[in-house]
């Protein structure tokens, strides 16, 4: 069965403090892998898409890269309104349109 | 350039009614995905509408039900809602075309059953 894990569930920093947080799966033949950043009540906001081991994507202080078998969303000197929930998600060609979401990491950003 | 919008924003009802929530994609987009998300969960794939049709659903009962408009919105119907219906209900859209499934969400109705 297609499943996405992210860890940590929460994860507190200092403002500066760079850290990274893990996307692992399990599906046959991954299509894409996508992070979301979701600020509390709103609906995801789309950041990145990956296709392939070893690609790589970066938008200011957040760079998403790809494994075969996990994605790191790397967080660079991250500043307070970083803050917020990060979902990962997968598709893969055996859930055909549906995209899997893990449970997300909250990440807090103290001043 | 409007995003996906949304309608209501929150929603109470009690158990056994009926709901109707509504969606309107990104321009230039012609699938539309609906989500449930639960409190500190991530979003559960509902059903997807291309061309007014149902082009897949996930593990949700028949109460469950969609429809696309041929201007592309949609609307996501519960019946005799229950009260672990209660949540967000998120509306995506898509292009089905490379890239297919970079999906845009909508801001969310937060649904309330009591």
């Known amino acids: 069965e297609d499943q996405v894990t992210q860890s940590p569930e929460a994860l507190r920093l200092q403002e500066g403090e760079s850290s990274s947080l893990n996307c692992s799966y399990t599906v046959s033949g991954l299509r894409g892998l996508f992070w979301y950043r979701q600020d509390p009540g709103k609906g995801p906001e789309f950041l990145f898409t990956?296709?392939?081991a070893g690609e790589e994507k970066e938008k200011e202080r957040l760079k998403a890269t790809l494994t075969k078998k996990e994605s790191f969303l790397h967080i660079t000197a991250p500043k307070p309104e970083d803050s917020a929930t990060y979902l990962c998600?997968?598709?893969?060609?055996?859930?055909?349109?549906?995209?899997?979401f893990g449970s997300g990491t909250r990440l807090s950003i103290r001043p | 350039d409007a995003g996906v919008t949304q309608s209501p924003t929150h929603l109470i009802k009690t158990r056994g009614q009926q709901v109707t929530l509504r969606c309107s994609p990104k321009s230039g987009h012609d699938t539309v995905s609906w989500y449930q998300q639960a409190l500190g969960q991530g979003p559960q794939f509902i059903f997807q509408?291309?061309?007014?049709?149902?082009?897949q659903r996930g593990n949700f009962p028949d109460r469950f039900s969609g429809h696309q408009f041929p201007n592309y919105s949609s609307e996501l119907n519960v019946n005799a809602l229950l009260l672990g219906d209660s949540a967000l209900y998120l509306c995506?859209?898509?292009?089905?075309?490379?890239?297919?499934?970079?999906?845009?969400f909508g801001p969310g109705t937060r649904l309330t059953v009591l």
């Open positions: 509408y291309y061309e007014e049709e149902e082009r």
């Open positions: 998600a997968v598709q893969a060609p055996s859930s055909a349109s549906k995209i899997i």
């Open positions: 990956l296709y392939s």
């Open positions: 995506a859209s898509s292009f089905l075309g490379p890239p297919e499934m970079e999906q845009f």
